[in-house]
């Protein structure tokens, strides 16, 4: 590991120096930051990640290695990142490289011995914004200068830079259950959770035509996660409208929910400082019962826009921490969505019957 300074700037012209780990650069980006103490290769390529340099909040990042099996894409999605110990030492045995040797093939900046306490504390109070990393260059002027020119993530639509190119498909050839997947950004353990349970997943990319999808017939649509502003996103949104008309079963998680808002009328807002972890509280107001879940989104759906469509949805889910809106199905359709990630284990499956009922669900309407 590299024993040379790093810096960083936040975009209110904040200074902390720590020491650089991963490849020797610079980059930018939103900060945002994640309490989970456990799952950081997940994060590290979750494309709703793109675009922004992550913080974490628990002291050590690298302690147990990395392993190919546990990304959730292609390649590190994120831009840069912040911690308080790399930790180039692992204890997994099955483990296939350590976080150094990692972060070089994926070209990733990181600084660390950063008090990442203080970080998060004023990105708490002040809100997300823009920040820059450097293990080049020391000169803050120069930095402020770079960090000035990154444009801020509101308005930036982000989906199609890191959608699916091609048309691809999963699951088994004689599945029963056909399912049209819009690929905003995907996670590989939501394709996973659908395959498990019968269903044949074609992926299409984001800015693919309704007449496109529709003529692979599927049975039913799901919106995936992705990163960036879903009000940016009116491809998406006209596409939805059109899946909507046809009264199949949907299903949307995190910018899937926000882009099926949106679809129906309800606008979204860019949040404080967002919610992203593996221990956020979230009720159903359904059943009455708590799960802990995982999320990660900066965006949101818009509450006082909702109170004005109570006749169009129903609110599934609130987050006991901030009463958020984490949950909506369409009173008068087959679509639901939720705004945290049922797919991942916090450490139970809490959320995973999410899945059973819109399988549930598919079956039903082929009936």
Do not use: W
């Not at 996103?233 to 046809?246: F, G, V």
């Not at 910018?255 to 509280?281: A, C, D, F, W």
Request: aromatic share 8%; net charge negative.
């Amino acid at each position: 590991m590299d024993n040379r300074k790093a810096t960083l700037v936040l975009d209110d012209g904040t200074v902390f120096h720590g020491k650089a780990a991963g490849k020797i650069g610079t980059s930018t980006g939103e900060i945002c930051f994640n309490t989970g103490m456990t799952g950081y290769q997940e994060v590290f390529t979750d494309p709703s990640y793109f675009g922004q340099i992550l913080l974490t909040t628990n002291a050590h990042i690298g302690n147990y290695g990395t392993k190919g099996e546990d990304n959730e894409s292609d390649k590190v999605q994120i831009e840069g990142l912040i911690c308080k110990n790399f930790t180039n030492k692992f204890s997994r045995l099955l483990a296939d490289d350590a976080i150094q040797d990692y972060f070089e093939k994926h070209n990733l900046v990181a600084i660390h011995q950063v008090d990442t306490r203080a970080l998060v504390k004023r990105i708490r109070d002040k809100g997300a914004m823009n920040v820059i990393i450097s293990s080049e260059t020391d000169d803050v002027e120069t930095l402020k200068a770079q960090l000035a020119k990154v444009p801020k993530m509101e308005g930036l639509e982000l989906s199609s830079k890191v959608s699916t190119t091609e048309v691809y498909e999963l699951g088994a050839e004689n599945a029963t259950l056909k399912l049209a997947v819009l690929d905003f950004g995907i996670k590989r353990n939501i394709l996973k959770c659908f395959t498990e349970r019968g269903c044949h997943c074609k992926v299409f990319p984001a800015k693919t035509s309704f007449e496109e999808i529709q003529a692979y017939n599927p049975d039913g649509y799901f919106l995936s996660n992705g990163p960036g502003d879903p009000a940016s996103m009116d491809y998406a949104i006209e596409t939805i409208q059109a899946i909507l008309k046809e009264d199949k079963p949907v299903f949307g998680i995190c910018l899937g929910h926000q882009l099926l808002g949106l679809s129906v009328g309800i606008e979204t807002y860019k949040m404080h400082n967002g919610h992203r972890g593996i221990n956020h509280p979230v009720k159903n107001m359904t059943t009455g019962k708590c799960e802990i879940t995982t999320q990660n989104h900066g965006f949101g759906i818009k509450p006082s826009s909702l109170k004005e469509k109570l006749d169009v949805v129903d609110v599934t889910h609130v987050n006991l921490n901030d009463d958020t809106i984490e949950g909506i199905k369409l009173k008068n359709g087959k679509a639901f969505s939720v705004q945290y990630h049922p797919e991942a284990a916090p450490g139970p499956h809490d959320s995973r019957y999410l899945f059973d009922d819109f399988v549930n669900l598919l079956k039903e309407s082929k009936q």
